[in-house]
């Protein structure tokens, strides 16, 4: 049987294959989620003028990072809140009559 590589070890690999400025685009969006990995455990928003510049290209890749976003996150749960609190007015208000 054949031996499987690792992730780690498939990386590996493509790394070697790429330009210095591809592996400098790399080691970008490494500290780019560093920083958005620290962030969130901090609880807190740091605007930092270099990240801003280094939005990932792929759109599905900016969506993933947005829709987990501490933000989206806690608008989500108001949109749910509100939504309930209309359906529960909506039902006090027929029984009410």
């Known amino acids: 049987m054949s031996k499987r590589l690792t992730d780690r070890e498939n990386l590996l690999h493509k790394l070697q294959q790429m330009t210095d400025n ?3 685009d790399v080691l970008d969006y490494v500290s780019l989620l560093e920083r958005a990995k620290q962030r969130h455990g901090e609880g807190r928003v740091l605007r930092d003028h270099k990240t801003s510049q280094h939005i990932p290209a ?3 890749e900016l969506l993933a990072m947005l829709s987990t976003a501490y ?3 806690r608008a989500c749960q108001v949109f749910e809140w509100e939504a309930i609190r209309r359906k529960s007015e909506v039902r006090i208000g027929n029984y009410a009559r």
Request: glycine share 0%; no cysteine.
């Open 22 to 24: 591809e592996v400098e």
């Open 58 to 60: 792929s759109d599905d």
């Open 71 to 73: 933000e989206n996150r």
